[in-house]
C-alpha cells in the first residue's frame, strides 16, 4: 500500500490529509490501513474517556480506575503507533513526552 503525510491532533482525536485543515501536533508516515487501526485506537480511548466521565459522576465508584486506566492504556497506544510511524521529528518530540506503551502494556 502507498504511504503519504497526515498530520494528527491528539487531543481532537484529528487525522487530517492536509496541514492547513486545523491545528495539529504530529506528523506521520501511513498507509490507509495505518490511519484505519490509528482510528480505531482514538474510538477506544475515546469510549473510555466517556466511561470515566459517567465514573467520576458516582461517589460510591471513586476508588475503582478502570476507566480512568482504559484510557490511559489507549492514549499510550496512540502515542506509540505515532512514534513508529511518524517523521524523525514526531519520533523525537514523542521520545521526550515520555508517553510511549511500556514493554509489558
Not at 503519504?4 to 481532537?12: L, T
Not at 504530529?26 to 482510528?39: G, N, P, Q, S, Y
Not at 517523521?87 to 508517553?99: G, S
Request: aromatic residues 12%; proline residues 3%.
Amino acid at each position: 500500500m502507498d504511504k503519504k503525510s497526515y498530520y494528527i491532533a491528539v487531543g481532537a482525536s484529528g487525522i487530517m490529509e492536509s496541514q492547513g485543515d486545523a491545528a495539529y501536533e504530529f506528523e506521520i508516515v501511513a498507509t490507509e490501513e495505518d490511519i484505519l487501526k490509528l482510528r480505531e485506537l482514538f474510538e477506544e480511548r475515546e469510549d473510555a474517556d466517556q466511561e470515566g466521565y459517567v465514573h467520576a459522576h458516582v461517589p460510591w465508584m471513586y476508588t475503582y480506575d478502570g476507566p480512568n486506566d482504559k484510557n490511559d492504556y489507549y492514549l499510550s497506544q496512540v502515542y506509540g503507533m505515532l512514534h513508529e510511524l511518524g517523521t524523525e521529528e514526531t519520533r523525537k518530540h514523542i521520545e521526550k513526552m515520555n508517553v510511549l506503551p511500556q514493554a509489558d502494556e
